[in-house]
Nanobody, 123 residues
């Protein structure tokens, strides 16, 4: 089993900053992509940012220029540096990890989600 745990969410005023972390652990062989998604009640989950094992990134249009995604491959950890936060950024932020689990001799695809960390941006 692969575990994904988010941290760093909280309450911040508009214009402020937060840094989210996502740590993957367990029977990980390799991680291909790690991504941040967010969701408000009654709405679809949307992509915030995605990063590949090679460092390539992709951002949702609403966060480009404000959020920065990064990863530490040695720690199997991903970060989301959020700046210039807006009330519209309020949501539960989820970490997603895609890669391979197991060992070099017995591995299989893995697609895991964390429980989410809430972010609230006040006026």
């Amino acid at each position: 089993q692969v575990q994904v745990v988010e941290s760093g969410g909280g309450l911040v005023q508009a214009g402020g900053s937060l840094r989210l972390s996502c740590a993957a652990s367990g029977s990980i062989y390799s991680i291909n992509t790690m991504g941040w998604f967010r969701q408000d009640p009654g709405k679809q989950r949307e992509l915030v940012a995605l990063i590949t094992s090679g460092g390539g990134t992709n951002y949702g249009s609403s966060v480009k220029g404000r959020f920065t995604i990064s990863r530490d491959n040695a720690k199997n950890t991903m970060y989301l540096q959020m700046t210039s936060l807006k009330p519209e950024d309020t949501a539960v932020y989820y970490c997603n990890v895609k890669g391979m689990k197991g060992t070099i001799f017995n591995r299989s695809p893995v697609d895991c989600w964390g429980k989410g960390t809430p972010v609230t941006v006040s006026l």
